[in-house]
């Protein structure tokens, strides 16, 4: 979902005074996707979880990595 959409789907939900926060919040879930470590099947169970909810709330799925894993440095 782009923030467009999201942006729209709040309004017409009647909940446009918080598109902003929402935005911001997402915003936040996106960067600490991108700065926390991937993860790994040897991590705790609570940091795959919380890794998987921030993923869903950043729109951090399908073929979005770090750049970290690449190869690269930022």
């Known amino acids: 979902m782009t923030p467009d959409q999201l942006?729209?789907?709040?309004?017409?939900?009647?909940w446009?005074?918080?598109v902003p926060?929402?935005?911001a919040f997402a915003g936040l879930a996106a960067k600490l996707?991108?700065?926390?470590p991937p993860?790994?099947?040897?991590r705790p169970r609570w940091y795959r979880i919380?890794?998987?909810v921030l993923d869903a709330i950043g729109g951090?799925?399908?073929y979005a990595t770090n750049a970290a894993n690449q190869g690269t440095k930022p």
Do not use: E, F, S
């Open 7 to 14: 942006a729209d789907l709040l309004r017409a939900a009647g």
């Open 33 to 36: 996707c991108a700065i926390l």
């Open 50 to 52: 919380l890794r998987a």
């Open 60 to 62: 951090n799925w399908g």
């Open 21 to 23: 926060a929402a935005l």
């Open 16 to 18: 446009g005074a918080y």
């Open 39 to 42: 993860p790994t099947p040897d």
